[in-house]
């Protein structure tokens, strides 16, 4: 079946630290990448994605390349802030297999001033 | 334009009751998913409804039962409920296939 598997955390790092999350994955069909971000007390929000191989998702400075040859998409942002902790989950999507995404078990990031 | 909305936020129940639990999606996405969230499962898809047929199921028992109205509002329903069905349950609704998913905030149920 379909799995990710994503770096376990706790992650701590200090403000304008580099954040990498690792990610990766096994698929049945063609798979579209996603991450999502939870802040606590709140559902899930989408945080980029990419839909074929070598596509670059990004966004509010995150950014995640989805490659094929390593069934990887790891997320990287060049200088965290507070604001960034929260948990970040690694998702896939099988292409017109409907809308089921199959998750990572998530990664917490906390960020300290 | 108004985001996903899963009422009620918390509930509280017993074991061996049952409870039902409200998504109303984004207005004109057709298609709603459930996931179910705890700590130590983290993740796991229960159903997705699709212009009220249920198009997907995953790995969870038949006390599990959910439905898609006409409006493409859901509901889920848990049945004979267990401890260990306390988690968060969370909804999502899409245009269609391929686009993006917007979740909800999500229900909190507990069981004592």
């Known amino acids: 079946g379909d799995s990710v598997t994503q770096m376990e955390g706790p992650v701590t790092l200090s403000e304008e630290a580099f954040l990498t999350i690792n990610c990766t994955y096994t698929?049945?069909?063609?798979?579209?990448l996603f991450w999502y971000v939870q802040y606590p007390g709140e559902g899930l929000q989408l945080l980029l994605k990419?839909?074929?191989?070598?596509d670059k998702g990004s966004n509010k400075g995150f950014e995640a390349t989805y490659r094929k040859e390593t069934t990887s998409f790891h997320l990287e942002k060049g200088s965290v802030q507070v604001s960034d902790s929260a948990v970040y989950f690694c998702?896939?999507?099988?292409?017109?297999?409907?809308?089921?995404?199959?998750f990572g078990g998530g990664t917490r990031l906390m960020v300290k001033p | 334009k108004a985001g996903v909305t899963q009422t009620p936020r918390y509930l509280i129940k017993t074991r061996g009751q049952q409870v039902t639990l409200s998504c109303s999606p984004i207005?004109?996405?057709?298609?709603v998913s459930w996931y179910q969230q705890t700590p130590g499962q983290g993740l796991q898809f229960l159903f997705e409804?699709?212009?009220?047929?249920?198009?997907n199921k995953g790995n969870f028992p038949g006390r599990f039962s959910g439905r898609q109205f006409s409006n493409s509002r859901s509901e889920m329903n848990v049945s004979t409920l267990e401890l260990g069905d306390s988690a968060l349950y969370l909804c999502?609704?899409?245009?269609?296939?391929?686009?993006?998913?917007?979740f909800g905030d999500g229900t909190r149920l507990s069981i004592l």
């Open positions: 698929a049945t069909g063609y798979p579209s």
């Open positions: 207005s004109g996405h057709r298609s």
């Open positions: 409804y699709f212009s009220e047929t249920q198009r």
């Open positions: 998702a896939l999507r099988v292409w017109n297999a409907g809308n089921m995404l199959t």
């Open positions: 990419a839909t074929k191989a070598d």
């Open positions: 999502a609704s899409s245009q269609g296939d391929n686009q993006p998913q917007h």
